[in-house]
């Protein structure tokens, strides 16, 4: 049920905020007179861009692959990547305690 009054509190309202209504008009008129005035380039640019989209998407597809297979590539040469990193990760906690109790052992 809309409430009562004038048409501008309706469309408050309906819409929340006054502005709202105004989006699609911002929208909808540049794209308007856009294409009355260039009609085919403005079109042929359209859908160009929309062609584009999928290749777009293709491509970054493609980055992302080659960066997952680069980063394998890299843990490999440096070493078995997160199970040495855990084993060095170790070994320096050992070496910090031993530290720890020799500087204990000195005072």
Do not use: W, Y
Not at 82 to 92: I, L, Y
Request: aromatic residues 6%; charged residues 20%; contains cysteine.
């Amino acid at each position: 049920m809309l409430p009562s009054g004038s048409l501008s509190q309706k469309c408050i309202c309906f819409c929340g905020h006054p502005f709202n209504v105004l989006l699609p008009i911002t929208n909808v008129v540049p794209i308007v007179v856009v294409t009355l005035q260039v009609r085919f380039a403005f079109v042929a640019g359209l859908a160009v861009a929309l062609l584009l989209f999928p290749v777009n998407q293709m491509i970054s597809k493609g980055i992302q692959r080659a960066s997952v297979q680069l980063m394998k590539a890299k843990d490999a040469r440096v070493g078995g990547g997160r199970q040495r990193g855990r084993e060095r990760e170790r070994k320096r906690e050992r070496e910090r305690e031993e530290m720890v109790c020799k500087s204990i052992l000195i005072f």
